[in-house]
């Protein structure tokens, strides 16, 4: 019986604590990502402390410089989409180009008659049309 009365006070607890967590994540994960920044900036605060800084001058310089190099990076990131958004039509065209020029290679290679004229932008339609035509081919001769 004591087994029992164990194992129902584990799981009510478990109960519990699990509604305590969900009911209290607005307080607990804040707290929690102040506590891993404080550890993670710790390091950089105890050096300018070390260079003589005020301990409250430190905090904040270590912020600030942690701040500066993410936004930074930010920044770069941003950037560089931004480039690679304005060059997709460009981009675009080459890939074009190229598949064009495969697809006259292939031609030149395989036979005219693989490709539909048609559909020279369709890169696939070569592929799906042999397959076909080989399906309703195996299906004319059992």
Same mark, same amino acid.
């Given at each position: 019986?004591?087994?029992?009365?164990?194992? &129902?006070? #584990?799981? +009510?607890? !478990?109960?519990?604590?699990?509604?305590?967590? *969900? $009911?209290?994540?607005? %307080?607990?994960?804040?707290?929690?990502?102040?506590?891993?920044?404080?550890?993670?900036?710790?390091?950089?605060?105890?050096?300018?402390?070390?260079?003589?800084?005020?301990?409250?001058?430190?905090?904040?310089?270590?912020?600030?410089?942690?701040?500066?190099?993410?936004? &930074?990076? #930010?920044? +770069?990131? !941003?950037?560089?989409?931004?480039?690679?958004? *304005? $060059?997709?039509?460009? %981009?675009?065209?080459?890939?074009?180009?190229?598949?064009?020029?495969?697809?006259?290679?292939?031609?030149?290679?395989?036979?005219?008659?693989?490709?539909?004229?048609?559909?020279?932008?369709?890169?696939?339609?070569?592929?799906?049309?042999?397959?076909?035509?080989?399906?309703?081919?195996?299906?004319?001769?059992?």
């Amino acid at each position: 019986m004591k087994r029992i009365q164990q194992t &129902a006070y #584990f799981l +009510i607890v !478990l109960v519990l604590g699990a509604l305590v967590l *969900k $009911e209290g994540s607005f %307080i607990f994960i804040p707290l929690v990502w102040g506590i891993f920044f404080a550890f993670a900036l710790y390091p950089l605060a105890h050096w300018f402390e070390q260079k003589s800084f005020p301990r409250g001058l430190a905090i904040f310089a270590s912020i600030l410089l942690v701040t500066l190099i993410a936004s &930074a990076v #930010f920044y +770069i990131l !941003l950037n560089q989409m931004m480039g690679l958004i *304005k $060059e997709i039509p460009e %981009i675009g065209e080459n890939v074009n180009e190229k598949l064009g020029r495969y697809y006259d290679e292939m031609s030149l290679l395989l036979g005219e008659d693989v490709f539909d004229p048609d559909h020279k932008a369709d890169v696939f339609s070569f592929s799906t049309q042999r397959i076909s035509t080989r399906r309703f081919s195996l299906q004319e001769n059992p």
